[in-house]
């Protein structure tokens, strides 16, 4: 198949989230088809990983065409800080028909380039990695397939009702409603629409009832994300080590983290128990440099090269996620690499897991540190939950089963 592909971001290094899903879903498709991939190179998100972005483009270039047929980067975003970036494109956004989405990932350039790519080749078909770049897409006969990394709308929408700044809830209500229309026009137009669980199928059937969706899940590096050592709970030493991992600009995380150390943390103190707290992930957060400044149990360790030796030497990963959209794919990498798992429900949504025995999960502050606590008095719940947690990532997540039902989707599109 000769396939074009279009990405709002060049998925290297693939270091968390969408990057990790983007980056294998290239890989798996690239090792058998013809992939001409065309990907905005936002200065904001390069500088997260690289000194200067010249480095940037050089290293990910080198990378990324090892993988595909031909690859073409554009330079996009006005400014280096992506803070600035996101408060200048909202209030475009504001005064504009189009979704922030839509509004963040428009470039003349990009449209320039697709437009003569589709003009001068005849590809079986076209791949948009997000719906806010259905607007280079729309008015051509070649078949397109939208990935949904998330349900956009829905994740507004519930960032909406948990805001607790009105004028703040009334602009991602006005996103949601923006995006809505977005998903149920694209979706229908679309050959096929790739989701992340059979949750967001039904999220995004709501939207669209009558376009075509198919669950293409998150998924795991198995061959990278494996244990060296078996797990072993090591509160014999006389400490529990708790670790959350995850990018701390990504505002679910940053919820995540004020929560945990403003209400959950300071009730875990109080039992008589010695815990350590540790966060690693890119960026920092005021009220995590707060605590940390009042209390050396707990621990950022910015963004790490290699996560898997940070996992293995701790005891529990705790994910109080209570926002956002799409599956986690910290879930995914902890279950790998057997590290049992404490978390809220809305933290594993679209994932095929047995509460209780695959992952703990608690519904409440009081609840999460109960949890806690019933966990670590019980080292076999906890080995099991380890052992299948690796044998749930082997039997349904590797990308090694994802890339496969990917490709026969695509080539059903493709006839």
């Not at 279009?6 to 983007?22: D, E, L, V």
């Not at 059937?205 to 072993?232: C, E, Q």
């Not at 670590?376 to 496969?404: C, F, H, M, P």
Request: glycine share 6%; charged share 25%.
């Amino acid at each position: 198949m000769k396939i074009l592909w279009i990405t709002h971001f060049a998925p290297y290094p693939p270091k968390g989230g969408a990057m990790q899903r983007s980056y294998n879903m290239i890989k798996s498709v690239s090792k058998s088809e013809t992939v001409t991939l065309v990907s905005l190179a936002p200065k904001s998100k390069i500088s997260q990983f690289y000194n200067s972005y010249d480095e940037g483009i050089n290293d990910i270039s080198s990378n990324l065409i090892e993988l595909v047929r031909s690859l073409i980067m554009i330079k996009h975003g006005y400014f280096k800080s992506r803070g600035i970036n996101k408060l200048w494109n909202a209030i475009r956004s504001v005064f504009s028909r189009s979704s922030y989405d839509e509004v963040v990932l428009r470039s003349l350039k990009m449209k320039k380039v697709i437009g003569e790519l589709i003009r001068v080749n005849e590809y079986d078909v076209i791949y948009i990695d997000t719906i806010g770049l259905y607007q280079y897409v729309n008015n051509i006969s070649t078949p397109v397939i939208i990935n949904h990394h998330n349900v956009e709308s829905h994740m507004m929408r519930r960032r909406s009702r948990l805001s607790s700044n009105y004028f703040e809830g009334m602009y991602f209500k006005s996103q949601a409603n923006k995006l809505s229309r977005l998903e149920e026009t694209a979706c229908h137009k679309a050959a096929l629409n790739f989701v992340c669980s059979s949750l967001d199928f039904k999220r995004l059937k709501h939207i669209a009832p009558d376009s075509n969706i198919k669950v293409v899940p998150n998924g795991v590096d198995t061959s990278y994300f494996a244990r060296k050592t078996p797990y072993s709970y090591k509160y014999n030493d006389g400490v529990v080590k708790l670790l959350f991992v995850g990018g701390l600009g990504w505002y679910p995380n940053k919820k995540a983290i004020i929560h945990f150390v403003k209400d959950i943390w300071p009730k875990l103190r109080g039992k008589g128990i010695e815990f350590t707290f540790t966060v690693a992930g890119r960026g920092e957060i005021h009220e995590l440099n707060i605590a940390m400044a009042s209390d050396d149990r707990i621990n950022a360790l910015g963004f790490v090269e290699d996560i898997r030796p940070v996992l293995e030497s701790h005891d529990l990963f705790v994910c109080p996620i209570r926002d956002g959209g799409g599956t986690k794919l910290k879930i995914l990498d902890a279950l790998a690499m057997g590290i049992p798992i404490i978390a809220y429900p809305e933290a594993c949504e679209g994932i095929d897991l047995v509460y209780g025995e695959d992952i703990i999960v608690a519904n409440s502050t009081e609840e999460f540190v109960d949890k806690i606590l019933q966990a670590i008095a019980d080292e076999k719940l906890l080995l099991s939950i380890s052992s299948r947690g690796v044998d749930k990532i082997n039997k349904q997540y590797s990308y090694e089963l994802v890339g496969g039902k990917l490709l026969q989707y695509l080539s059903d599109v493709c006839g």
